[in-house]
């Protein structure tokens, strides 16, 4: 599947390939995404705002507000 990945800090996002996601335990789901959009948390880490208090590693995927149906 595709994803829009950040690499390093201020440099343009990836459109990336990236494994299927696969359940994990008895609580997870699987989601058919339909629309993504990012939001100001994106562009901090974009920004690297955050990069040594949050530790988020990268490459990082961003657009975590996103609508879909259950698969």
């Not at 997870?28 to 988020?56: F, K, M």
Request: hydrophobic fraction near 35%; proline fraction near 6%.
């Amino acid at each position: 599947m595709k994803a829009v990945r950040i690499h390093g800090y201020h440099e343009y996002p990836t459109l990336d390939e990236v494994a299927e996601p696969e359940l994990q335990g008895p609580f997870d789901v699987l989601v058919r995404v339909g629309g993504a959009s990012l939001c100001r948390t994106d562009l901090h880490i974009y920004e690297g705002q955050w990069a040594e208090a949050t530790g988020v590693a990268l490459p990082y995927t961003i657009g975590h507000e996103n609508a879909g149906r259950a698969r």
